[in-house]
């Protein structure tokens, strides 16, 4: 069964810009997160009941965990679906929180003290290049000035709360049960 977990991720990671394009024109976005997260929990309430996953036995380790859910769920996608609600398309929005593994990337050498090879750099930087190959067409026809840069603010605190959970994850939860 945990074999097919990452499956399971990757289906629901995937579908999450799907989902805030055709949801957000009939609710706003903290709304429509709160909705999905309420079934997300039971959802995985479920799951986690079902295959009796270990519970954090400190308060710190909920604290944690707690910390890492608010920057890659709570800012990441309320960033994600506020920057969508506001005009920007989602890939753009996609484009700029593409450069998470990036940023993570550069975050684990400073922050973490781990080391980035350089064939995963290249790695890194072919799948940025593959995600700007796909959402060109979007970026030449965005809007400029004033108008853009209000729409990409969400968008860029998006990446600052994804790319913080990330290392934070790493730093504080490496040993969770997912």
Do not use: N
């Not at 965990?65 to 960033?79: D, E, F, P």
């Amino acid at each position: 069964m945990t074999r097919l977990y990452p499956l399971l991720f990757v289906l629901l990671w995937s579908t999450g810009f799907i989902g805030a394009k055709f949801g957000l024109p009939y609710a706003e976005p903290l709304t429509f997160l709160s909705t999905r997260y309420g079934l997300v929990i039971g959802l995985m309430g479920l799951v986690a009941l079902a295959t009796r996953a270990p519970w954090p036995r400190q308060p710190a380790q909920w604290l944690h965990i707690g910390v890492t859910g608010l920057l890659v769920h709570g800012v990441y996608l309320g960033g994600v679906f506020m920057a969508i609600r506001h005009g920007l398309p989602a890939g753009i929005t996609a484009l700029v929180v593409g450069l998470q593994p990036l940023l993570t990337a550069l975050g684990a050498g400073a922050i973490l003290g781990e080391k980035v090879l350089p064939r995963q750099w290249v790695g890194l930087v072919l799948g940025f290049g593959g995600v700007g190959l796909v959402v060109a067409h979007k970026v030449a026809a965005a809007a400029t000035g004033p108008e853009l840069a209000g729409m990409l603010t969400p968008a860029l605190v998006a990446l600052g709360g994804i790319t913080a959970g990330t290392l934070y994850q790493k730093r504080f939860c490496p040993a969770f049960d997912l």
